[in-house]
């Protein structure tokens, strides 16, 4: 082991941040696929780093066991792994993949939960509206939200929920809760995240209804409706109101139809690769790089 075992995962980790930070001028679609891939094999580069980094270790403990791990789990070099380094790998990968388990146990019940209440409209004055994915799913309401929005207001929270559901933006929350699970770290990623998807269905009932200052009043006028704790379900009006707002009264985004697929291969070529190394599949990287020279 030396320090380029740690450098996939620490270049993850920078590309990671500079996303969460940075302003992506791409158009909600794009800044979402590209946040929820980033997000996704950073988790999973930092379990796989924290995996191989224990395995080494636990063989250093007992060299006698290392002929019977496969040799794509070893390192390449017999250098033992220190203590100081084994012991956090083991017990930070332990509490990680727990943390990722609870993570999608909360999300599998709370997705149940709105299963069961999706027939009819929530009984309660909080005005509701959240897409539930899924057989039996749907949009689920609040007769709130049904009593107090005209039925101009009530067509672009169906339209802004469709979106959710037509593009299946419940595995993107999915990628981000998991990363931040895995990663405490990636939380600012896992915000922007859910604000890009939020976007993306703002953009998309905004070109339905074509109104965008229809919109953006009727996020305000749900938001100003929240209670101070509005809970886990009331996600139309949950996250960066202000900020789609201010977003759905200026200029419409460019779709990006060249330059989102490109920067989102690109991205995804980059992290791919690193997560690959992290998983000790660098020498499969190569033999596939000399395979495709060998065929030029």
Request: glycine fraction near 8%.
């Amino acid at each position: 082991m030396n320090g380029y075992t740690f450098l996939p995962l620490a270049i993850m980790l920078a590309l990671s941040a500079v996303l969460a930070k940075a302003p992506v001028r791409l158009h909600p679609s794009w800044s979402a696929r590209l946040l929820a891939t980033t997000g996704a094999l950073t988790g999973v580069a930092a379990l796989g780093t924290g995996f191989f980094v224990a395995v080494n270790y636990a063989a250093t403990l007992a060299p006698s066991a290392a002929a019977h791990v496969p040799e794509w789990a070893l390192f390449g070099d017999d250098r033992p792994v220190p203590d100081p380094v084994g012991i956090p790998a083991a017990v930070l990968s332990a509490a990680g993949l727990a943390a990722a388990g609870r993570a999608a146990a909360r999300r599998s019940a709370a997705l149940r939960a709105a299963r069961a209440c999706a027939g009819e409209p929530l009984d309660t004055d909080v005005p509701i509206a959240v897409a539930v994915p899924g057989r039996g799913g749907g949009v689920l309401v609040s007769r709130g939200l049904l009593r107090d929005l005209t039925a101009g207001e009530l067509h672009v929270v169906f339209q802004h929920e469709s979106s959710h559901l037509r593009h299946r933006h419940h595995r993107y929350l999915a990628a981000g809760a998991l990363a931040e699970a895995v990663l405490p770290p990636l939380r600012p990623l896992a915000a922007r995240l859910r604000l890009a998807t939020e976007r993306w269905a703002d953009e998309d009932a905004a070109e339905a209804i074509g109104d965008r200052a229809a919109v953006a009043r009727t996020i305000a006028k749900v938001a100003l409706a929240q209670p101070r704790d509005p809970g886990p379900v009331s996600a139309f009006a949950e996250s960066g109101v202000v900020e789609r707002v201010e977003a759905l009264l200026g200029t419409p985004p460019a779709k990006n139809t060249v330059t989102g697929p490109l920067l989102f291969m690109g991205n995804g070529v980059v992290t791919g690769s690193l997560t690959a190394a992290t998983l000790q599949l660098d020498q499969l990287l190569v033999s596939f790089l000399l395979s495709l020279l060998a065929f030029r």
